[in-house]
């Protein structure tokens, strides 16, 4: 059994000796490595920043449409010294906002040149008027007026269509945005 | 012997003009961020006013031509009321020197545009 494994190894080494000195063998790793390696890393980044700025893109809309429901504010309270929402306005000014800044239709569906794959799926909007300090449900403090939005959007991917889909059963990827804005209730 | 350091010094040289056009694809998108920031505060200033001043327009202009940008066209609202709905439409062209073949640069331009509405806090007297 020793012997064998002696005789195999000495085998391999006459191979690879063989093989020293072939530019053949050094341009087929360069560009398996480019191919396999290289190429695939910078797409794997690529895809990740590309989610990062359209991230950061509907982040912006969901901040926007967040502060747009100041209007929803009762003018008569706040000489009360307090501040309440009309809540039959709030839904309807959020997803108004919401879907004039990521091109959206009225069942929040994208419409054409809209950076959003499918439905956005709102999930829950809380609005902050008193009892601070207080923690939203991602854990963050809030010591103002303020609104808390959890978002699920989908966005196409670029890169790797097919494996993203056979890895998570879902044809486009789900961003999970939590965004807290404060009310500016003293302008 | 010599033809196996011809084969790596070609290779080396491909691989890197490669890596340098590969991250130049991020070069547009890194200045559609910073443009989308500089309108951003642009547009927390117009719910604030009520709509955007000439004065305001050119200093967004000049942010925007720090950055790189030309050809800027800024349509915005003005004088807007309480509750009523602004919007903020730039559009400007991004020009960059991107490697387009082995040892070959050109100047190329991109058109980006941000488009957002609002509401305006702006309380009129």
Redesign the interface.
Known sequence: MYKEKKYFIRINNKNLNSLK?S?VA??LI?ASI?LFV?LPI?CAL?ER??VF?KS??IR??ID?AN??L??AIETETLGKGFVSFNEDDLMQ?YKK?LS??LLLDAEMNPTDNSIIGSEVRIESIMIYTDGFPSVCPFGTVITNPAVHSYIIVPIKPVFFKDIISALSGKEYTELKLHIDSDI?VN? | MPSKAVVFGISIVFMIVLFISLVEFFLPISAKSDMDAICRKALLKMELNGGMTKDEKDNLTNALREKGFDAITIESSENVKYGEEISLYVEAYYSYSKLTNMFLRENLGQRMVYSRKSLSRRILN
Do not use: H, R, T
Request: proline share 4%; no cysteine.
């Open positions: 000195g530019s050094d341009i360069i480019i290289f910078f690529m920043y590309m700025s950061q893109i912006d809309a926007v502060l747009s100041y209007y000014i906002m004039k800044n500016p302008n």
